[in-house]
């Protein structure tokens, strides 16, 4: 009996995420029916899937691989950039006196603010949007991955020292390493982060694109639609998250916390 017990409960634990995520589907479902909001303002579940039927195939597609392309782009250019400008920044007191507070104005800056003047100077192509994207992505990089080489022991520091290693071992083989767990951190956070910079790029100037497509339906009162390209955003999201967890498994499995090794 308490075997059985147990069992329940185990099954139970595991799959409590599932099972909450159906029962908040079920009671989306039959509040609006019961309460008859119009579907302008909140579609039903099953309308939603009905809205996902109503677009072909390739047109969700193109607009996944519209968003999907620009986010790439503008994240693999923070990557890029950011970790040799954090190593930049870490091995030079003067250079982080001098474009520190310049990166800090950049990221205090509103990009919705500036991405129709970034669209006006660089044009209706692909450029502008990867900036955008590259603008709101970069700076967790920069910072989390300064602060992870910065943190390094002061113990490896002085012994790396006292063997003579020179400053480029110094930081490829000591401060890098020890700062993964931050870099992999940054890379994680900032990969939703590019996905909201596509979007927000989309929204100021694009033809295609989910951010497009959502700004394109809910102008027709589409709701449901809105939904299903909002869902494969999520669903992006989500992807890379996930991508970037498994990149650090394989190439950096030590740096993780041993619950997740």
């Not at 309308?47 to 996944?64: K, N, P, Y």
């Not at 989390?144 to 063997?163: A, D, F, N, Q």
Request: hydrophobic content about 55%.
């Amino acid at each position: 009996m308490e075997r059985a017990a147990r069992r329940a409960l185990g099954l139970l634990n595991r799959f409590a995420p599932a099972l909450a995520f159906i029962g908040l589907l079920i009671l989306w479902e039959v509040g609006c029916r019961v309460f008859k909001v119009p579907t302008f303002l909140l579609p039903t579940p099953s309308m939603i899937v009905a809205g996902a039927r109503e677009q072909t195939f390739a047109i969700w597609g193109t607009h996944l691989w519209a968003t999907v392309r620009v986010a790439l782009m503008g994240y693999l250019a923070a990557i890029c950039v950011s970790i040799p400008l954090a190593v930049a920044l870490t091995s030079s007191k003067l250079l982080a006196r001098t474009l520190y507070p310049m990166i800090v104005v950049v990221h205090s800056t509103p990009i919705v603010a500036i991405a129709p003047i970034i669209v006006v100077t660089l044009g209706a192509s692909d450029l502008p949007r990867v900036v955008i994207t590259f603008l709101i992505t970069f700076f967790p990089i920069v910072v989390t991955t300064t602060t992870g080489l910065l943190s390094t022991p002061e113990e490896l520091i002085e012994l790396s020292r006292s063997l003579r290693a020179d400053r480029s071992r110094e930081m490829l083989n000591i401060r890098l390493p020890y700062a993964l767990p931050y870099i992999f951190s940054a890379l994680k956070i900032s990969t939703t982060l590019a996905v909201v910079g596509a979007v927000v790029a989309e929204f100021v100037a694009a033809e295609q694109g989910l951010g497009y497509f959502i700004q394109f339906a809910t102008s027709f009162f589409k709701i449901n639609q809105s939904f299903v390209a909002l869902i494969l955003l999520v669903t992006t999201s989500l992807a890379f998250f996930q991508f970037i967890g498994l990149l650090q498994r394989i190439l950096a499995p030590w740096s993780l916390p041993k619950s997740e090794r």
